[in-house]
């Protein structure tokens, strides 16, 4: 029942040279590992056990502070290993092209707000695509919160997201954070993303 650390579709070094190898292996074996144990840690024998991690992010504002942070650390790495692939996929097409039209006027512009999201999110956090109500927006949040949560400013689902924590990138870039997103852009997995604006 409890929350296992997933396996990656691709080896660590198969995202260089936008995310170098050390990285990624540090960021999966102890990051994301440590977030996953804290979480189980932190919900054994109490009534959150057995639920999914939808069902416990929604209700983040009744949980205590690790279960937060871990299954808001949880939640996201996963995420991000599976909207980033080598080599990216093609730009996005049909329904969500038209949305992002629809809601930033072009892909370009989605990918201006994107980057500037990423980049001013003061310290640690997360960048952010959210579907809300059929709408397309753009938000960051601190620490490992997400859009899931109860208690995020800008709440839907998370369609795509990048981790901005020094961790990510800092071996490779240490304070070049733009430079990261920027390379981040180039491995986006935009089959991944329609498939979870699909739901
Ligand atoms: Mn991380």
């Known amino acids: 029942m409890a929350f296992e650390l997933p396996k990656l579709g691709y080896d ?15 960021h999966h074996t102890k990051h994301h590992a ?6 189980n840690n932190a919900i054994v024998s109490t009534a959150l056990e057995g ?4 069902e416990i992010l929604k209700g983040t504002s009744g949980h205590s502070t690790a279960v937060r942070n871990n299954g808001g ?10 909207v980033i692939a080598p080599g990216g996929s093609p730009k996005p097409e049909g329904v969500l092209q038209d949305a992002l039209n629809e809601y930033f ?3 370009e512009n989605f990918r201006e707000a994107f980057v500037q999201a990423a980049v001013t999110r003061f310290g640690s956090g997360w960048a952010w695509l959210v579907l809300q109500d ?17 208690v995020a400013e800008v709440q839907g689902v998370p369609l795509l997201g990048i981790d901005v924590w020094e961790h990510a990138y800092y071996l490779k870039y240490q304070n070049r ?16 993303v329609a498939r979870r604006f699909k739901g």
């Open 34 to 39: 440590g977030y996953t144990n804290n979480l």
């Open 73 to 82: 650390g949880y939640y996201n790495h996963d995420l991000y290993w599976k």
């Open 105 to 107: 006027g072009s892909l």
């Open 51 to 54: 639920k999914s991690i939808e």
């Open 134 to 150: 059929k709408k397309l927006v753009v938000s960051s949040t601190p620490n490992q919160d997400n859009p899931l949560m109860d």
């Open 177 to 192: 954070r733009p430079d990261y997103v920027n390379a981040f852009w180039n491995l986006i997995n935009w089959d991944e």
């Open 12 to 26: 660590y070094t198969a995202l260089e040279p936008h995310i170098d190898a050390r990285t990624m292996e540090i």
